[in-house]
């Protein structure tokens, strides 16, 4: 309720005549700066990348291929990903890359061995739930401009 005041203050204020505004307080030039701003801090998208599955019982194999879409060379590519079976988390696994020439593919892959995979498949195998696998992947990569 107090800024609400304290702007209505101001508003009459600057209509009265009493308080002069910079030039540059225009909401267009203010925007128009805000928006460059976060475009130039945005990171470019660099690869592109599919997800494949291998086997997938008690361990999962997961697959990836990271695809360099850029003119640039990338550096200490690695892979995360994060199985998850009917929505529940039950593992995740890591793989280094390596380096990606400019317009070229590599393979990611790793291996998810867990109790609670285990679990889940043996649930599934005794008909208890359905086994609705998902894998969110995080590729992280250093390039030079």
């Known amino acids: ?17 009493g308080l002069a505004l910079p030039a540059s307080a225009g909401t267009s030039q203010v925007s ?7 475009a130039v801090a945005a990171k470019p998208h660099l690869i592109r990348y599919k997800i494949y599955f291998g086997r997938c019982k008690d361990t999962c194999r997961i697959k990836v291929r990271i ?7 990338l550096y200490a590519v690695s892979l995360n990903a994060n199985l998850k079976v009917n929505g529940r988390k039950v593992g995740s696994c890591h793989d280094y890359v390596g380096q990606i020439r400019p317009k070229g593919v590599r393979w ?8 609670s995979l285990s679990n889940m498949w043996n649930r ?22």
Not at 32 to 38: D, I, L, R
Not at 67 to 73: A, D, G, M, V
Not at 126 to 145: A, L, N
């Open 1 to 17: 309720m107090i800024r609400s005041l304290a702007g209505a203050l101001l508003v009459a204020t600057v209509a009265a005549g």
């Open 32 to 38: 128009a700066t805000t928006v460059s701003e976060n």
């Open 67 to 73: 695809t360099n879409k850029s003119s640039k060379r």
């Open 108 to 115: 990611g892959g790793c291996t998810v061995r867990t109790r």
């Open 124 to 145: 599934w195998l005794d008909g208890e739930i359905r086994f609705d696998k998902r894998v969110s992947t995080v590729v992280h990569y250093e390039y030079y401009r």
